[in-house]
């Protein structure tokens, strides 16, 4: 892939952007000197493009584009080593959380991701049921990513063990979640919350 | 007579399916050991790894809105699961330290917050409130000869200063515990690597990956089976096991207990108790072999 | 009727960029009591002073105030113009609008109101002054040099040198310090020992030292030009004046397997030891803790074969006491661990490699000692955990250092340079194997020193990787190193064989300890503070005491001895005088209100209080008073703060001229 070269200017660093993230992770973007410590632990770095460190250090050049355009943000476990090890307390997991929070409305964000499909239908279940309804989502995550044999073999047995409930009975205090959603909504939509 | 220990329990969602032998054996042991457990009423989900993935907000109020139904029970707030432990502790510690955050949340609850409440994991509950001295007492049938790999993963310890449950990087708490109850733990690598939990759903072939590197190091160290205090973790290790065997080739046969399972085990209880015929990878001819079944 | 000089100074363009100084002359002009009132580009400048004194002159000026920078910057300069002057210099006060004013604010209309505020202030306070006479001290011609490292040792034989007597005191059996535990320096590569032991046998040969090892200091009184030292001398537990060093004691000492601090713990001693065959003074001594004798009181294997019986089992610690005028700190450094640090401590320890308990992951200076042809495998590089030849090394710099998660932000200057320095020696001597260094940035500032780190690359092959690791763990019997190469953008695994990690400098242990002791100031980490960070590097705030060395932060050997020769230089330069002058800054206790609770006593940080009877003719008792002797005073103002009756005036600072200012406002 031919790489587009950074142009650099105050106009190409959105610090804007980087003040979002900073204001939604509660963590200094700059404080990252680039030692790679976040790097060398990150038990998924062989599956980003851009491996943490290089994630900070575009964010640190304004340059959100190509680290939301790519799939590293995706990628992410949130398994918090990298903020753990930071020497510089840099918490990259909590600025992974707002990368992929801002992408929802970021142009040119990659939106194909499986992951993303999941974490969708989780949040859907939780305004619908109150609860995970691990079956359920299972399900309707295959149908909905195409995948119909997807883990296939595992779901006989996992009946059988009782580990797949077929029904679920939802929470008496549903309209307070449905609240809770709506208020959400209601204050990003009056611009008083990101 | 001393009182008895009081807790609000929240189970959270996989312990209510896929993980209903941690919850079955949670309940069983406390209620040997004279620890009261009482289920916070129409608790929701956390929101787990998913919401605070795309919303932290969301992951917030949840948590927020939870503690708030804690409050209702009196005692401290008893938590299984780990990743459910996590996401709580990390409520309190960053609404306790962002007052843009809290107005948010209250704005969302539409209530003050209630967000005092002591969140604790079953692991400190057994090793600091009821003590492990205590605990050692309380078996009868000691688990010795039993190799333990204990699995932290990720969300017992990290980050630092949230969890506050033990060492971040070298923690003892659940040899502690098992060791306590006689049973011998094996140091390994991978007591505290990724087992990609949070792509269960999505990207099966990144657990299959991190968890064989868990099931190696474990198998390595000449374990007999691995203790978790985590329904995700335990899925990965105990459901998916058969099949990363396959791909890799190799056997493990590792079984994958939670720590109230092997706890409750030690303290007489039997095993339609602690749903052992729950597990995928039968720990039947181990626990046989070692003389506790 | 006083006749108040006013000068403003536009600090180049520091003060005059906010604050309009011709405005400011103009409105203090007004002011009663001010005659003359002018600005100036540069105040302290030639030109400036000159005008100063013309002006004292020609406008036959009483009191002057110069409106300029932070009196800790200037005071003295523009004092001593006013003496020039012929007048008394404590008639002259700063009203400083630059640090207070100008460098703090931005609109400038309210920066040049507050800037004539804090001036006329200042002429109010002015009025009050009176003049004061310049205290003198006589000076003790001796010094005292905390610390037998090179810092001490260079301070030490420079002072006595010029034919001054040096009280040199050592905590340790003998002098020598971290120095002496190294193999061989950058960026020239020559033997530690080679250059070390012959300074040290100067000091043990030179007249003018008088050697205190295994001491330590036990209570400083006194003040500059007259301090008395208490020190500990430590038993022994042999004579020193007996002893001839045979070391006949210590080849039959049946304790063999004690772990030698000197040699990081991977040598070993017998109880009766010296640290090192070229220690300085050669007598040994006997480590009660580990001694067959003291635990069980059986053995003296030691007394009985010692031929001039200088064993003696019996000895007590003792205190001395010295005089003198001057003390040099040259206390050095220790090296952060990463072991697991107590509940509560601000600093960590490193988890992620195992908090030191994989045996072949060292530090430098174990890897220092291994160099080492005096160590304890002859300069061989074998592994702690089985005496194997390690053929892939694993060099991680930056370790505590450069940390805030683990609670040190600073850089501890020198690991660059002995970590390049390492993959030298190692390549030197074990030819078929390959070093690796994780680092994030190369700081070689130096004569000759980036030269030296480039060749250890491109002439010494070792792989440097730009990049830190995560995570060290055991495997088997290798190391397996995670880390990252940030400039491929790729994760690093290394199986090594040894680690070794350069960690941080920190300030010897108890440094706060013996600080408080000396009444000197410390920073966050303990290391001391200097007086000035640019122009006075030397000195602490604490007259007469000096620094030298790693105490005050990290440094290497070059720039410890050039900061020891010149703490020399200062001793030496209050040396040149017979009496001292001191600033009359101090407490005076008016006697007539003086009811004699001593809370004053009580609160000195200084000693300065003292009881003074007070006796009709007939010598009958009348009552027992206060005392501030001005010698000690520090001049700080806390007795005069604390006093119920109002009884203590700090000069200089008086009631009358602090109410004054406020009255100003």
Redesign the interface.
């Known amino acids: 892939m031919k790489k587009k070269k950074m142009i650099i200017s105050q106009e190409t660093m959105d610090v804007d952007f980087v003040r979002k993230v900073e204001a939604l992770s509660g963590t200094s973007v700059r404080r990252c000197f680039q030692c790679g410590k976040c790097s060398a632990g990150c038990p998924m770095a062989t599956f980003m493009e851009h491996p943490p460190n290089r994630v900070v250090r575009l964010l640190q050049l304004g340059q959100w584009q190509r680290i939301l355009a790519g799939r590293s943000i995706w990628y992410c476990a949130s398994c918090e080593t990298c903020s753990t090890r930071c020497p510089n307390k840099v918490h990259l997991a909590s600025i992974m959380d707002a990368l992929r929070k801002l992408s929802w409305d970021a142009e040119g964000a990659s939106k194909e991701s499986y992951v993303q499909l999941a974490n969708k239908l989780f949040l859907q279940n939780i305004r619908t049921y109150g609860r995970q309804y691990e079956m359920r989502l299972a399900a309707v995550f295959n149908v909905k990513s195409g995948q119909f044999l997807k883990d296939l073999m595992l779901g006989p047995k996992l009946l059988a063990k009782g580990k797949l409930k077929m029904f679920h009975s939802k929470n008496k205090n549903m309209s307070e979640i449905e609240k809770i959603f709506s208020r959400i909504e209601a204050m990003r939509k009056n611009g008083e919350a990101l | 007579m001393e009182k008895p220990l009081n807790y609000s329990y929240y189970p959270g969602c996989s312990l209510h399916a896929s993980a209903g032998e941690y919850d079955l054996s949670t309940r069983e042991l406390f209620k040997a050991l004279n620890i009261q457990l009482t289920e916070i009423p129409d608790w929701f989900c956390c929101g787990a790894t998913p919401a605070h993935n795309v919303d932290e907000l969301l992951s917030l109020s949840l948590c927020a809105k939870n503690l708030e139904l804690a409050d209702q029970i009196e005692g401290d707030v008893a938590v299984a699961c780990a990743a459910c432990f996590s996401r709580l502790k990390t409520a309190q510690h960053v609404l306790g330290e962002s007052a843009v955050k809290r107005k948010q949340v209250e704005k969302a609850l539409d209530a003050p917050l209630k967000l005092d409440g002591n969140v604790k994991h079953l692991l400190e509950i057994l090793a600091k409130d009821f003590g492990l001295e205590r605990l050692a007492a309380a078996v009868n049938k000691p688990l010795t000869g039993l190799k333990v790999a204990c699995y932290y993963g990720c969300l017992l310890t990290r980050p630092t200063d949230v969890p506050n449950l033990d060492c971040v990087e070298a923690p003892t708490i659940m040899e502690k515990v098992i060791e306590a109850v006689g049973a011998t733990t094996v140091p390994w690598t991978h007591r505290m690597e990724c087992c990609g939990a949070n792509f269960t759903l999505s990207r099966p072939g990144v657990v299959i990956q991190l968890t064989g590197a868990v099931l190696d190091s474990a198998k390595a160290a000449g374990a007999d089976c691995i203790m978790v205090g985590c329904p995700l973790c335990h899925g990965n290790l105990d459901i998916r096991q058969k099949e990363i065997e396959g791909v890799y080739n190799v056997q493990y046969g590792l079984p994958v207990f939670y720590l109230t399972q092997l706890v409750g085990l030690s303290v007489g209880l039997g095993s339609d108790k602690l749903g052992m015929d729950a597990m995928i990878v039968n720990p039947t001819p181990l626990l046989r072999e070692k003389n506790l079944l | 009727m006083s006749r108040i000089g006013v000068f403003i100074c536009h600090c180049g363009e520091n003060i005059s960029r906010t604050v309009d100084v011709e405005r400011v002359a103009a409105e203090v002009g007004k002011m009663p009591g001010v005659s003359f009132s002018t600005d100036y580009k540069y105040m302290c400048s030639d030109p400036g002073q000159n005008l100063l004194k013309n002006a004292i002159q020609e406008q036959k000026l009483t009191h002057i105030v110069v409106a300029a920078c932070s009196p800790r910057m200037h005071e003295k300069t523009f004092r001593k113009a006013v003496e020039a002057a012929g007048l008394n210099p404590y008639l002259c006060e700063m009203a400083n609008i630059r640090e207070h004013c100008s460098w703090v604010h931005e609109n400038k209309e309210e920066a040049t109101v507050k800037a004539t505020e804090i001036v006329g202030m200042m002429v109010e306070r002015v009025k009050k002054n009176r003049v004061l006479p310049t205290i003198t001290v006589p000076v003790t011609k001796r010094s005292l040099v905390i610390g037998g490292g090179i810092a001490g040792i260079q301070a030490a034989l420079d002072i006595a040198d010029c034919g001054h007597e040096v009280v040199l005191v050592e905590r340790e059996p003998s002098i020598g310090g971290h120095m002496a535990q190294l193999s061989e320096t950058f960026p020239t590569l020559d033997c530690s020992q080679c250059i070390m032991t012959p300074k040290m046998v100067d000091v043990a040969n030179h007249p003018k030292i008088k050697l205190y090892t295994y001491s330590e200091i036990e209570l400083v009184e006194g003040y500059i030009g007259n301090f008395q030292v208490t020190i500990k001398k430590k038993a022994r537990s042999v004579d020193e004046d007996r002893c001839t060093g045979c070391g006949v004691c210590m080849t039959k000492c049946p304790q063999k397997k004690i772990p030698n601090k000197f040699d990081q713990n991977i040598g070993m001693r017998t109880a009766i030891y010296v640290p090192f065959p070229q220690a300085v003074p050669n007598t040994p001594v006997i480590d009660r803790d580990n001694c067959t004798w003291y635990k069980t009181g059986k053995c003296g294997v030691c007394q009985k074969v010692c031929g001039p019986g200088a064993v003696d089992f019996e000895q007590q610690d003792q205190l001395v006491v010295e005089p003198v005028g001057a003390i040099v700190v040259a206390t050095g450094f220790d090296l952060y661990t990463i072991d ?1 640090k107590p509940k509560g401590s601000p600093i960590k320890g ?3 490699f ?2 030191g308990k994989i045996p072949d992951v060292i530090d430098g200076m174990t890897f220092e000692r291994l160099a080492s042809a005096s160590g304890p495998t002859g300069g061989k590089i074998l592994r702690p955990s089985d005496g194997k030849e390690p053929k892939q090394i694993v060099f991680i710099q ?1 370790i505590g250092s ?5 609670g040190i932000s600073y850089c501890s200057k020198v690991c660059c340079m002995y970590t390049a320095k390492h993959t030298m020696l190692y390549h030197h001597k074990v030819h078929d194997g390959q070093a690796y260094v994780f680092f ?1 940035d190369a700081r070689t500032p130096g004569k000759s020193y980036d030269e030296f780190w480039r060749r250890s690359i491109e002439e010494e092959e070792a792989v440097y990787i ?6 060290l ?3 088997g019997d290798k190391i ?1 190193v ?5 400039a491929v ?4 695994e290394i199986e090594a064989d040894m680690v070794v990690l350069a960690t941080a400098i920190q300030p010897q242990k108890g440094a706060e300890l013996l600080a408080q002791k000396l009444g000197i100031s410390y920073d966050k980490y303990n290391f001391y503070s200097e007086a000035h960070a640019k122009l006075r590097p030397v000195e602490c705030a604490t007259a007469g005491i000096y620094l030298a060395g790693a105490c005050q932060g990290p440094k290497d050997i070059p720039e410890t001895v050039s900061q020891a020769s010149a703490a020399a230089a200062k001793v030496m330069t209050l040396f040149s005088k017979d009496q001292l002058e001191r600033e009359p800054i101090v407490a005076r206790v008016k006697e007539s209100g003086c009811v004699g609770c001593f809370a004053c006593k009580k609160v000195c940080a200084y000693g300065a209080v003292e009881e003074k009877e007070i006796r009709d003719r007939q010598g009958n008792l009348i009552k027992t008073v206060a005392f501030v002797n001005p010698g000690v005073c520090a001049g700080c103002g806390t007795c005069q703060a604390t006093c119920p009756s109002k009884s203590v005036e700090l000069d200089g600072y008086t009631d009358e001229q602090v109410i004054a200012m406020i009255e100003a406002l």
């Open positions: 697991e490193y988890g992620e195992g908090h930056c450069r940390a805030r998660e683990k994030m730009r990049g830190m690791v995560s995570r763990y055991q495997k397996v995670m880390g990252s190469d940030i953008g790729v994760q690093v």
